[in-house]
């Protein structure tokens, strides 16, 4: 397996779950394709929390910057645009984890992707310093391609 900053790597195998017990302010997501171009598909100022409480319940949530507000003000409603351009902008999945030395596994009890309800996500955890750097274990699809996803993030 092959990690995007190995440097952090020898720090993994010291974590220990209580480490992980924290809010967490995002630095950073990005994706790698097989070619090693990066791409940010929130862009470079998107913002997030990662919550990952002791008694194992987490809220996973991401978005890009600078979103359309809806024009109507309605919170259920919104034209299909509008709604399209919002969750397009928005990364959001919850539900129980737990820690097995090297990587989280979260489970996932509700997700803006519906695809990830009822399974698993599993990340490579990694400390340097004050920030965790999750990556993902195999690929992603992503516009029709396959990628490494990462995510840095700072304790708050």
Known sequence: ??????????QAN???????????DLQRFWFTDDSGVEVEPLGT??????????DRQYAFTM??????SYRSGDLLG?????????????????????FDGEAII????????????GAQQKRIASFSGDELLLQTIGA??????????AARWRRK
């Open 106 to 117: 979260f489970g996932i009890n509700y997700s803006l992707f519906p695809n990830w309800v």
């Open 14 to 24: 010291t974590m220990k779950e209580h480490d992980l017990h924290a809010t967490w």
């Open 78 to 98: 919104g034209t299909s645009d509008e709604k399209s351009e919002a969750a397009g902008g928005y990364v959001s999945f919850g539900g129980s984890w737990s």
């Open 45 to 54: 100022d998107a913002v997030g929390s990662l919550i990952l409480s002791a």
């Open 63 to 68: 978005m890009r910057s600078g979103r359309t």
């Open 140 to 149: 992603i699809l992503m516009a029709g391609k396959s990628h490494h996803g």
């Open 1 to 10: 397996m092959t990690l995007f900053c190995d440097e952090v790597q020898e």
